[in-house]
């Protein structure tokens, strides 16, 4: 290895240095404001204290937002597992044509803008004649968790060998058994994995849930944001630090069923 | 044929030997392909259904209108240079850092891996808030920049358009990382030791190997990046505020403050038109360089 090497190498570690501590410093200023006492987000805090959280336990406008967005996640998760799932074994396993067309359709609301996407959505909702708030955001929100379902059980359904569920009923099994405890067991990572994505992505969407809100009706992120707008205090970094700790738990997750290095090939 | 179709195509009769038989597996797609298709499909053509329709049908009025308009002109210069100064941020700390992601083993591996994935997995307002406090006038940067005497007194660079592209660029950041860092990863080493071996200087073989493998996935990068960029809402409505536009912010203040839904159908379908237009040019560009880099 030339001097010329070792110096370009060293840089490029540096610069990488340097990327990972620039991503991770908005985490870490969020966690620390959140524990500090100041009311100013002085950093470093002068001294540590709890008293955001507290006042989080008692806020009146943060707990019923974060019980939407609870609930849409949920929900949205779950239509999109079904959809998904059943989307994807016909794509894999069918014969039909315009299967790959299929899948791109599937996949583009995450390759379009969020906001035009929910301005489609409010005025197609409306043409429509659909004026609940809480239904048009499920609908919505079940279009964005859709494709992380699609995307990865379709990628799992094709490294699957479905031999294996011939081979077990060869074994003896029925039909819907071998499915049970050969193909269930295989697709289980990538469902889960794709379910837990598609619930945080439900959980973080400002843009599409901005137009399917209303005085009773909002999720979490549209109440950070308007309290960051009218009061701003460290309160809004302890919700934060909350959904921070939920990622780290996704991502734990995730690394034990299918790994980190899977993770990163979103 | 699939194991639960073959037995039922068995017993259905063929009426015309050479007909398109529909496979009974495809209905399982049904569902989601109604659900999204009336969802999101249809929405989207009602879009564009209002930004293209004047009083007197199909008309490209709204749009030309918007397009005499200097503000307008003024707006769109704005979301322009934003996107491409995030993009070229996002390329120069993302490239040095997907090469070590892709040299990195065991636990420092890890390590980058994680400082990519889990940013990318916390929610932009999150992320937003966290730079609103971080560039205040007595925040971390001020007082880093101050501290190395860079500066002489503490700034603001928050509602600054520094400030905007050193936020945007952190959210995008792992969009330019991680599709560069795949095709990093792919590369044989062999190839760049061949080159070694023939003579080649370090500078010519990254030029002349390394950089060149490495295309579709700065092309694909910046594509996700732009695209992300040119529409960003959240980090701007956080970080510079009103005074600065937008499209994605003018689209989002026509629909939630100033009830102009034509002017914000107008700017929806062009931020549309600019993503499409993105998505499709960089896959096609990045399918012919990846085939180039192959033969």
Redo the contacts between chains.
């Keep these: 290895m030339t001097a010329t090497e070792r110096t370009a190498l060293a840089l490029v570690w540096i610069l990488a240095a340097a990327s990972a501590l620039f991503l991770m410093a908005p985490l870490v200023v969020t966690v620390a404001v959140s524990f500090g006492s100041s009311a100013v987000f002085t950093l470093p805090p002068p001294s540590w204290s709890t008293r955001w959280y507290e006042r989080l336990w008692t806020s009146r406008d943060l707990w019923p937002a974060v019980w939407t967005s609870l609930r849409v996640a949920v929900l949205a998760t779950a239509l999109a597992l079904v959809l998904g799932t059943l989307c994807a074994i016909a794509v894999v396993r069918g014969r039909f044509p315009g299967r790959e067309a299929l899948v791109t359709f599937l996949i583009s609301p995450l390759m379009l803008p969020g906001l035009v996407v929910g301005i489609a959505m409010l005025q197609g909702f409306r043409a429509a004649g659909l004026r609940d708030v809480g239904l048009s955001l499920l609908i919505a929100h079940g279009v964005i968790t859709l494709p992380y379902v699609v995307r990865t059980v379709v990628a799992a359904l094709s490294l699957f060998d479905f031999t294996l569920i011939d081979a077990a009923r060869t074994l003896g099994l029925s039909y819907p058994a071998a499915v049970l405890r050969v193909l269930v067991p295989g697709l289980a990572p990538a469902f889960l994995t794709s379910g837990l994505f598609a619930f945080l992505a439900s959980m973080d969407n400002y843009p599409i849930s901005i137009f399917f809100t209303d005085a009773w009706t909002k999720t979490l992120p549209i109440q950070m944001l308007q309290l960051v707008e009218e009061r701003p205090d460290p309160t809004v970094a302890a919700v934060s630090t909350l959904l921070i700790l939920l990622a780290v738990a996704v991502l734990i997750l995730g690394d034990r069923l299918v790994g980190l290095r899977r993770l990163a090939e979103v | ?4 179709a073959a037995p039922l195509t068995g017993r259905v009769p063929a009426r015309r030997s050479l007909s398109v038989r ?2 009974p ?9 109604a ?2 298709a009336a ?9 564009l259904g ?1 930004s293209l329709s004047g009083p007197q049908g199909i008309s490209l009025t709204p749009l030309a209108q918007f397009l005499s308009d200097p503000f307008s002109w003024r707006v769109i210069g704005n979301t322009v240079r934003t996107a491409l100064l995030v993009t070229l941020v996002c390329l120069l ?2 490239y ?2 997907a ?3 892709a ?1 990195a083993r065991g636990a420092v591996q ?10 990318l ?7 937003a ?6 560039l ?1 006038r ?3 940067v001020s ?1 880093l920049l101050v501290g190395l005497g860079i500066w002489d007194a503490p700034q603001r660079l928050l509602f600054t358009e520094t400030g905007l592209v050193i936020g945007a660029a ?1 959210v995008f ?2 969009f330019m ?2 599709p560069i ?2 095709v990093i990863r792919q590369i044989d080493p062999r190839l760049a030791e061949a080159a070694a071996t023939l003579g080649a ?3 010519r073989r ?1 030029l002349g190997v390394t950089l060149p493998l490495t295309l579709p996935g700065i092309v694909s990068g910046i594509a996700f990046v732009f ?1 992300l960029a ?2 960003m ?2 980090v701007p ?2 970080v510079i505020g009103d005074r600065f536009q937008t499209l ?1 912010t003018l ?2 203040r026509a ?2 403050f100033m009830r102009d ?1 034509q002017l ?2 107008t700017t ?2 062009l ?2 038109a600019v ?2 237009a993105v ?1 499709v040019g960089s896959t096609a560009l990045a399918r012919r360089l990846g085939g180039g880099g192959q033969s």
């Excluded at chain 2, 044929?1 to 639960?4: D, E, L, T």
């Design positions: 044929m699939s194991a639960p529909p496979d597996v495809a209905l399982l797609a049904l569902p989601a392909f659900y999204l969802a999101y499909g249809w929405p989207l053509l009602v879009l209002r700390a993302g040095p850092a090469v070590a992601l040299r890890g390590l980058l891996l994680l400082s990519v994935i889990l940013p997995s916390v929610g932009v307002v999150v992320k808030y966290a730079w609103q406090i971080v205040r007595d925040g971390v007082g952190n950041l792992p990382i991680l860092y795949a200087s370090p500078l990254f695209s040119v529409s809402y959240v409505s956080l994605a689209t989002g629909f939630l839904e914000g159908s929806a379908v931020l549309l993503a499409v998505v």
